[in-house]
């Protein structure tokens, strides 16, 4: 099952637009900078991880984790939003509840997390 097309930010300059114009919360296995007010229908989300992360396995293995993250809680995020999310070292040594656990605490940080049903 991919990760929809829709779903991803794509082009160097969205990553850019989301990096330099909006709003960076930190924490401790990633840091998450959120761009509001795109005019999308749906919230679109980009990672970076760097070589830092680990070697390519850890690489991955960490963006399919932040992939099932943003997919499992997609639908609590506010639509108009561009997320970009850059994974720190810690992230690659990190279980996934942890991982789970500072997404919700820093979209919460940033005002994009609406309340659940």
């Known amino acids: 099952m991919r990760f929809p097309k829709a ?21 401790t296995f990633m840091l998450i900078n959120v761009l ?3 005019g999308e229908g749906r ?5 970076i991880t760097s070589r830092r992360v ?5 690489r991955n293995q960490v963006r399919r984790r932040i992939r ?17 999310v850059v994974a720190r070292y810690k992230a690659a040594h990190a279980e996934f509840s942890a991982l789970e656990s500072e997404w919700l605490k820093l979209t919460a940080r940033a005002s994009i997390l609406r309340e659940p049903c």
Do not use: M, N, Y
């Not at 997919?71 to 506010?78: E, G, P, S, T």
């Open 7 to 27: 779903a991803r930010l794509s082009t160097a300059s969205e990553f850019g637009a989301a990096r330099t114009s909006g709003q960076t919360q930190h924490g």
């Open 68 to 84: 099932e993250i943003f997919r499992k809680h997609c639908a609590r995020l506010q639509p108009d939003c561009w997320l970009v």
């Open 54 to 58: 680990g070697g390519a396995v850890d």
């Open 43 to 47: 919230p679109r989300i980009g990672i």
């Open 36 to 38: 509001r007010g795109t």
